[in-house]
């Protein structure tokens, strides 16, 4: 039984930015979930596991290009396929 719509490993760090030197698009075919502390969150822009962050967006604060800045959360990062 083989199956024709394996799902990539997922990586160490992955941006959902597609401008990212993190970005892979074929992770983004499927549902990318990510637990954070024990809880899952679902505003999370960018993660690595090793150095155990993630980066959400400020709800209000902007970069000079109108992008939201990031705000660099630390603690346990466990990435999964929903």
């Not at 959902?16 to 954070?36: K, L, T, Y």
């Not at 822009?45 to 709800?59: F, L, N, Q, R, T």
Request: aromatic letters at 10%.
């Amino acid at each position: 039984m083989s199956d024709t719509n394996s799902k990539p490993t997922l990586p160490d760090r992955l941006s959902g930015n597609s401008r990212s030197p993190h970005f892979v698009a074929e992770c983004f075919d499927h549902q990318v979930g990510i637990r954070f502390n024990g809880k899952e969150r679902t505003d999370v822009e960018e993660y690595c596991i090793s150095e155990g962050w993630v980066k959400i967006a400020s709800p209000k604060a902007k970069d000079r290009f109108g992008q939201p800045m990031l705000i660099t959360l630390k603690g346990t990062v466990e990435a999964f396929y929903i």
